[in-house]
C-alpha cells in the first residue's frame, strides 16, 4: 500500500496532463483530418501562410488554389482550418 501513496502524484499528474493536454490535441487533430478530407473544388480558403485562393484541383495529399496572380500548388495540411471557417461565415 505504501507504493502505491508514494506513486500516486505521478499516476494524477500523467491523468491531468491527459485530459488537459493530451486528449484536446487528439480531438483538433481529428477535427483538422475531417476539414482536410471534406475539401472539394469551389471551395474558398486561406492558407496558414496568409494565402486567398479557391480550389481548383484536389490531388491526394496536394491541392491546386487559384489566387488573382495565378495558380498555386500547395499542401493540404497548410489550409488553415480556423480562417477558412470564419472566412465561410462571414461570406454566407
Partial sequence: MEQISQFLPFILMFVVLYFFMILPQQKRAKKEKAFESGLKVGDKIIT????????AEIAETSVVIETMSGKLKIERSAISMEMSAALATKKA
Fill in 48 to 55: 496558414k501562410s496568409g494565402f486567398h485562393g479557391k480550389i
